[in-house]
């Protein structure tokens, strides 16, 4: 079992040592020179230390705090570089794009839809297409899709951060994109 956070807040022996980066807490005790950090919402800490000097312990508490604010701004700038991949990938999705899901248990169902309606930025309707095969082999099969030529009546469906569709069919497969010409192969089982 860990000491949590509280114990170092109430303790007369522990004082919290200020640091400018937020959610973190550093608490030290100068008779024996031992410290503890704390970071986030954690209960837990991040590390606890006893030190040979005051000097190290400084120096030691310094460098660490300096790593979490390095990765704190790591993170706020992944998230916004991620944001912005994300916005593009769904403004990238026009009417009249051809999404296909993949699935099956030892066979390869693929199944065609066609994106109908842009109703947001992060929804569409789309209609399952129909499929062609272009020649057939043992156990399989290559198809492609034929636009325009639906199979099913419309679905509301929302375009995920990478681009693809979520819950394109009826057992909640996502959809990724593909083109008209573009063949594919499907497989049956025994």
């Not at 230390?49 to 790593?67: G, N, P, T, W």
Request: hydrophobic share 35%.
């Amino acid at each position: 079992m860990y000491i949590q956070r509280d114990y170092f807040k109430n303790s007369p022996d522990f004082q919290e040592r200020y640091v400018s980066v937020p959610g973190v807490q550093i608490f030290i005790n100068t008779k024996n020179l031992t410290a503890v950090m704390f970071s986030g919402g954690r209960k837990k800490y991040d590390w606890f230390h006893r030190f040979e000097s005051f000097f190290k312990m400084e120096q030691f508490i310094d460098l660490r705090v300096k790593a979490k604010y390095d990765s704190i701004i790591h993170k706020e700038e992944r998230k916004k570089l991620r944001n912005q991949k994300a916005i593009a990938l769904r403004e990238d999705v026009k009417v009249g794009d051809i999404f296909c899901t993949h699935w099956g248990y030892e066979q390869t169902n693929i199944d065609f839809f066609q994106v109908v309606a842009k109703p947001s930025k992060t929804r569409v309707l789309i209609r399952e297409i129909a499929k062609q095969t272009l020649s057939t082999y043992g156990m399989g099969a290559s198809i492609k899709p034929i636009p325009n030529h639906f199979v099913s009546a419309e679905k509301k469906c929302f375009i995920t951060l990478f681009g693809s569709i979520s819950k394109a069919d009826q057992y909640g497969h996502s959809a990724f994109r593909t083109s008209a010409d573009k063949e594919h192969n499907v497989s049956w089982g025994y």
